[in-house]
């Protein structure tokens, strides 16, 4: 294992993370806070700890998939224990476990709180609480990728491990210059939101902040109601961008260059927009006498399905009060989630549409067992491979969900309170139903719930797997 490549790479997120800790210290200079004193404290840790690992420059900058998972893992994990200092040395939140729940929540763009009172924090908190999931948002290592000249063959395996979704694809020759288109993109759409929620006299620092929840689909919100006092505009807008945020950025791409006639055979693209249509006419009617119209209803219905199906977690109302088939609706889209190659979470349109065809293919060979049937995406064969891989994530997802269930069940809470909590949690969602509904927050649970938690949620952004190789013996054997 090529140890030195990771500690290198470990400690250039530890400079990038320290460089990000500046914007904060601008929003304390602006609105006069002392919380700058924390924020400094932690950028000269990240810094004390980094430098030296960067300027301890590795005989090979090649590294292997292995050596890409573990750096995945490894940086995200000490991403998320610095990231939590400016929230412990601040006083916002003393506890360590819960900071750090708070902040693994933050970059994991899951958005689930364990503050009761988030309009009592300081501007500047406030600002990197929720910059966290614009930063987790496409991955902190493919914003590296795009800018260090790390050697070029191995680029793609360091994709991989921190890509959602079944398969990664350059969208050109050079996997350095896919990770500036990407982040390019991902640019591009945040400034737009921005500018449309101006247009609606949403503050700048309001605008700032929501549209950080929604680009990286993080969902925490600077108000204690989440998006519930903004006006419709602003909450139409965010619906929309939500959407757009949860679509396989390829598509972007080909859009760009005009390659129209390969942007719209998109299949999981079709099935996203299908399945969030649907809901959302399902939910409307549902829920279409706890609004004074039909087109109310059908307004929410769009923000929360568009919020759920993407993994925001925003919410314009208390959902956990809506009937049962609503909340039913919104529990599926939970584990459906966004597209692949999204900054959304979820096991994924696509996997979710490769499995379903998977079936469809086993129930034709047991009808016609000489006849071979393929599995197609996009007018294409799918990789046994990419099949192979899609059944064993699934696998692996369901058996981590049950145990989390089973080890936060030990708090004695109602079995909907404790599924929803998980499922949240391992699909990067935010609220879940009952106590840990959109109107309430995590912080009753106890540390190892929370850790449990943080766990699942690490999972859930890392695809599982990155994070399971840390515990796997063999991965440590001839290090």
Known sequence: MNVSIILFIIGWILNFEAAFMALPCIVAVIYGEREILAFLASMALCLVIGIPLVL??????????????????????????????????????????????????????????????????????????SF??????????VFILSLLPLTGGYHMNLMKAESPGPSVTKLVPRVRSTAKILYSIYLALTVIQVLFLLIGKMPLFDALTITFGTAGTGGFGIKNDSMTSYSPYLQNVVTVFMILFGINFNVYFLLLIRKFKQACPFEELRYYLGIIAAAIVLIGFNIRDFFPTLGEAFRQAAFQVGSIITTTGFATTDFNLWPGASRTILVIL?????????????????????????I????????????????????????????????????????????????????ELDLVTNFTAVATALNNVGPGLELVGPSANFGFLSAPSKLVLIFDMLAGRLEIFPLLLLFTPSTWKKF
């Open 360 to 411: 469809r293919k086993e129930l034709h060979t047991l009808i016609h067992p000489h006849t071979i049937k393929k599995i197609e995406m996009d007018q294409k064969p799918v990789e046994h491979e990419v099949v192979r891989s899609v059944n064993v994530f699934i696998i692996t997802y369901l058996i981590i969900f049950t145990f989390s269930v089973l080890l936060i069940s030990f708090n």
């Open 56 to 129: 301890r420059k590795p005989k090979s900058r090649a590294f292997y998939t292995k050596e890409g998972f573990i750096a995945v893992a490894m940086s995200w994990i000490i991403l998320s224990i610095m990231g939590a200092l400016p929230f412990i040395f601040s006083g916002a939140i003393p506890n360590f476990v819960d900071a750090l729940f708070e902040t693994v929540s933050g970059f994991t763009t899951t958005g689930s709180s364990i503050l009761s009172d988030v309009e009592s924090l300081p501007y500047s908190v406030l600002f990197w609480r």
């Open 334 to 358: 939970m584990f459906v989630g966004a597209c692949a190659g999204s900054t959304g979470g979820g096991i994924k349109v696509s996997r979710l549409v490769i499995l379903l065809k998977t």
């Open 132 to 141: 966290t999931h614009w930063i987790g948002g496409m991955g902190v290592l």
